[in-house]
């Protein structure tokens, strides 16, 4: 078995002008109902993955508030304890960032999921 060909990954900015190489083909072609299963998987993975972000960025910036309101201040000066300063400027970013990329990870994992089972046909 040899290395399956790849499509190549395409910008489409625009529509195709005549005379760089692209020829503009208006078929219409009935689509396979498992290709529209295929999809219909990868969007409520996708969903899936959206709302568990939402939710872990959702849970502890949400309730950072209440935890600065309840937290015992130092004394009741007008200046802000250090502490306050680290959890609200330091704590959350590196967390935003490993987010971020699970997130990436995991939507990345679920597209080469679908090309790998529902290969598109090119014509």
């Not at 802000?80 to 490993?98: K, R």
Request: glycine content about 8%; cysteine-free.
């Amino acid at each position: 078995m040899g290395a399956e060909s790849v499509p190549r990954r395409e910008v489409v900015t625009g529509r195709p002008r005549p005379g760089n190489g692209t020829t503009l083909r208006l078929e219409s072609r009935p689509v396979p109902p498992e290709s529209d299963v295929a999809v219909s998987r990868l969007m409520h993975r996708q969903l899936r993955a959206a709302l568990t972000v939402t939710g872990l960025l959702v849970l502890p910036l949400g309730l950072l508030p209440l935890l600065l309101r309840l937290a015992p201040l130092t004394g009741m000066a007008p200046r802000v304890p250090l502490a306050v300063w680290f959890v609200l400027g330091v704590a959350p970013y590196p967390a935003l960032l490993a987010i971020g990329a699970w997130y990436v990870r995991r939507a990345e994992r679920n597209e080469t999921g679908l090309a790998a089972r529902a290969p598109v046909e090119r014509p």
